[in-house]
């Protein structure tokens, strides 16, 4: 009994070392707060039951900022990656307890008696690292977070990318219905005037074919449009009358002035997640150094109560200690691998910086060039091309241009319109993706 109250402590630490157990959440808090800051929406608190939250989100209008929303609650993708923390949590858990105590018993008969054997043995190498291993774990635990929150926020820009670019679609597909319109009326024209003797056949058949590519084009911006809006559907995880968005009919307007390039490259390396996740792996790295310089001479170490008896003699209780002796394996392949792991390490969280910071300028490049150009159509080209317009207009009316003249003007239009919705969709891609330099993690387009 007194060799059992001994034991007490012992056993205790082990009980404790067994109550680790699995956080309510499974650190989607901590993933939703990192998203929160960066894209502006939160994830779900839970995976699933979203129905009513999606459907009210798709009963108006749909903005960026409400498709990256439902996104975030309904994406089947993102769900997955997000059970990820299950399992990295779950390895966390498993790092905070012990494994099994081991149990023999044996009875043997012989001349003198019957004799039994009983035996406990416990991992006390395990008990001694455990705290390292812990700490190790939790260092992964918190990478898995990170890289979370990095597919979540790259998910958020795909989804403003697939929405800016839908919204163009739609409005190239609304423009180029007009204009196929218009030049199914010139070309009527056209076909009435030159059997008038008005026209030669030459300029009636520039009018005709001016038709005919108005309905190719057309009907590649319906495909274009159908194709946009298939695409922003599945990034949102929507299927069958879900998938029938209502997208406005425009882009939204260009900011007052750009945004100045200030300290973006700063600004990455505080919190681009990638750079985040590259720190973390280095640390725990070098934690997990640490812990095969620990176990480098004692790999296995167990210590164990046992207890035997005998029908002739008193009972006899004691301990036994088994470890692994380093006669052939001293763990110098094991550290050195551990240590060019780490050095791998430091070389990748170097890459990861320099790389970023040169996305970071790309980006911006990328951004005022698109702003600069957008602003060029609509502050020079469009007006220039409505001013002709309208002067070509007060020509024919004063009979002083010819009908030819104004279906030729016509024909220059959709050329200018189509490049300023091109333009102003191009810069809100490059805002999106200047964010995404800045903050989310690595430039990528959403590849299918």
Known sequence: MRAFYRMTPLMLALLLAGCASNSADGGRQSVSALVETRT?????????????????????????DAAVRIALLNNRGLQASLAELGISEAELVQAGRLRNPGLSFGRSHGSEGNEIDRSVSFDLAGLLTMPLRVQIEEGRFEQAKLQAASTTVQLAHAVRRAYFTAVAAVQTEMFMQQAMVSAEAGAQLAARLQQAGNWSRLDQARQQVFYADAVSELARARHQATAAREHLARLLGLWGSQAELKLPARLPDLPDAPQPAGELEQQAMQQRLDVQISKLNTEATARALGLSRATRLVNVLEVGYTNKSTSTAPRENGYSVSLELPLFDWGTARNARAQAVYEQALARTADTAITARSQVRVAYSGYRTAYDLARHYRDEVVPLRKTISHEVLLRYNGMLASVFELLADAREQVASVNGAIEAQRDFWIAQTDLQAAVEGGAVTENKE
């Open 40 to 64: 502006g929406a939160a994830l779900p608190p839970s995976a699933g039951g979203q129905d009513e939250a999606v459907a009210q989100l798709l009963a108006q209008p749909l903005t960026a």
